[in-house]
């Protein structure tokens, strides 16, 4: 195949895009449309607790839209890491909206269902089978890391959908898969060499990610032949630049230069990026070094607790003064207060943390301007065991915080300012990330199963 050409809806499923981005992109004849649906910039919760961080109308928009799409001009519609972090149940939920879709518009299709979920029976035996590896800087997985993780995912590469696309699929619903896997998928079936393929296929993930100051997501549009590919906003108000396609290479990658994908990795050191026009650019030279073995990396969670939290300011320059010795001596109220209620064990159950808002709280112990201006927020965390815990710890602490006194005034005061009425915020279940690793598969089918529907 001399050139295929790729329509990225945007950067992910339910954040939106030009209708008018859309229907310029499909007027340029892509050969496929692509959208990425999941990403863990939102943390673990929702690979914790199965439910998507967009609402199903926002994801039922645009997920018509390119349905719409796509049927109308006959090519593939592929969606990858389903509901937020491509779990089973998100991404029933995924294929639950897109027959919804289908029936009021009477669309016809065959459908693929890639599942990324791993049964911890099969991880603990890749573990004793030495074949899992940690990812700088996790540690080594072991079988008590699997036994407590709530839900763990692979990353799918581009082979699931292949499949799919082998056995006739015009629509795609994918668990957890890497982003690129997407849009690599059709032109490797199609017989474009891999080097153009997967850095084409970076540079489309995030849809407009790649312009120059992207303000909203939006569409973005590659054709990819076999010495390179050149990419183009269909959105007139953006333009592609070589320093803003180059720089895509960085974004959720610890290399400049390097992808590493399933199959192998991608290296962009002696690449071009040159403008074609003042909105898009030619890109060539990466080459693809092909794996020595077949690799698929996991994300696992673990429930760390239940959390409540309570959000104040402190504008009282007597307080701002001495703001370190004010906190620890509310800290050790509050932890003395909570040892009356439920004896000196509870300390093994919960933890305390305060966060600071004008000083260190984005950087922490690292923040070298530790000046505090004239105000500052306050974010009290509590991590419990149980959410009842969780709950009666904020109470207490929220009452304690709300008048712990200075030495100046000898009288009650108020030195929390508490936007919220109630103060404490249950925020329920809280999970962590517990496993950043790779697993040596024999094949991709021992991980990611395929289901297909006549739609």
């Known amino acids: 195949m001399q050139e295929l050409r790729a329509l990225a809806a945007t950067g992910i499923l339910g954040s939106g895009f030009k209708m008018e981005s859309f229907e310029k992109g499909l007027s340029w004849k892509p050969d496929f449309i692509g959208c990425d649906a999941g990403t863990t910039d939102f943390g673990p919760y929702f690979l914790g607790s199965g439910e998507s961080h967009f609402s199903d109308d926002a994801i039922k928009r645009d997920l018509r839209l390119i349905l719409l799409g796509a049927q109308k001009n006959r090519i593939p519609a592929i969606i990858g890491s389903a509901g937020t972090s491509g779990a089973d149940t998100q991404v029933e939920h995924t294929v639950r909206i897109l ?103 970076k540079i489309l993930e995030c849809g407009a990610a790649c312009v120059e100051q992207r303000q909203y997501p939006d569409c973005m549009f590659a054709s990819i032949d076999a010495e390179g590919f050149c990419i183009e906003p269909p959105n007139s108000d953006y333009r592609c630049t070589p320093v803003s396609v180059a720089s895509h290479m960085l974004y959720e990658s610890a290399s400049a230069y390097e992808l590493v994908e399933p199959s ?51 504008r009282d320059p007597v307080i701002l003064r001495q703001l370190d010795s004010w906190l620890e001596g509310m ?96 925020k329920g279940p809280m999970y962590e990330f517990n496993m950043n690793h790779v697993v040596l598969p024999e094949s991709y089918r021992d991980i990611f199963s395929i289901e297909y529907q006549e739609i």
């Open 99 to 201: 027959q919804e879709i289908a029936g009021a518009e009477n669309l016809h299709f065959r459908l693929g269902v890639i599942y990324s979920e791993i049964q911890k029976e099969y991880l603990l035996e890749m573990i004793r089978k030495n074949r899992c590896s940690p990812l700088d800087p996790a540690f080594p997985l072991t079988e008590e890391i699997v036994q407590k993780s709530v839900r763990i995912v692979g990353l799918a590469g581009a082979e699931p959908f292949m499949e799919c696309l082998d056995n006739g699929c015009r629509v795609i619903i994918a668990g957890r898969s890497s982003d690129t896997s997407v849009y690599a998928a059709l032109p490797l079936k199609m017989g474009l060499p891999p080097a153009p393929v997967w850095h084409a296929a």
């Open 264 to 314: 192998g990795v991608l290296d962009t050191r002696q690449a071009s990026y040159q403008p074609l026009t003042p909105r898009s650019v030619r890109v060539a030279g990466g080459l693809f070094e092909p794996a020595e073995k077949y690799s698929i990396k996991i994300e696992g969670v673990q429930l760390a607790g239940y959390q409540s939290i309570i959000i104040g300011g402190v």
């Open 331 to 426: 800290e050790q109220k509050i932890h003395a207060r909570i040892r009356s209620i439920y004896g000196e064990m509870i300390k093994q159950k919960y933890s305390l943390l305060f966060r600071i808002y004008g000083r260190n709280a984005v950087m922490a112990e690292l923040e070298p301007m530790l000046d505090v201006g004239h105000e500052v927020g306050i974010l009290i965390e509590i991590l419990a065991d149980t959410e009842a815990l969780a709950r009666s710890i904020a109470t207490a602490a929220g009452h304690i915080a709300l008048h712990y006194p200075v030495p100046e005034w000898s009288g009650l005061i108020t030195g929390l300012a508490l936007p919220h009425s109630p103060a404490e915020i249950f």
